[in-house]
């Protein structure tokens, strides 16, 4: 992501994001989501085993992040889907667009989000 001077580039805000096959989820009854992620790897069995470390971790998002993960279809962009949370959260939801950047970036390093 590039900022110059706190403005966001037009050209991240267009990239079409979308929740990997691999990522199990579910929301609960106040449509908060939870990521399932399978810790996998050499690594963490070792940890599983010797740390009793879990075999899968448990991420529960906050009430923007779960109203913008069902919508993660790799159609809409990131303006198209600010545009929706601005409609659902209204002035909340503000600053919209560093917000949701953070929110892709935060998503992008632990690779929970694939880019269409």
Request: proline residues 4%; charged residues 30%; without cysteine.
């Amino acid at each position: 992501m590039k900022k110059n001077n706190n403005v966001i580039s037009e050209n991240y805000l267009e990239r079409k994001p979308s929740r990997p096959e691999g990522i199990s989820w579910s929301a609960d009854e106040n449509g908060i989501i939870t990521l399932d992620i399978e810790n996998t790897g050499a690594f963490n069995r070792i940890a599983q085993k010797f740390f009793k470390k879990p075999k899968v971790t448990h991420i529960h998002l906050d009430e923007m992040g779960s109203f913008v993960w069902p919508l993660l279809d790799g159609e809409k962009n990131i303006i198209e889907l600010g545009k929706e949370v601005e409609k659902h959260f209204g002035e909340k939801a503000n600053p919209l667009y560093e917000r949701l950047a953070k929110y892709f970036q935060i998503l992008d390093s632990y690779h929970f989000v694939e880019w269409k």
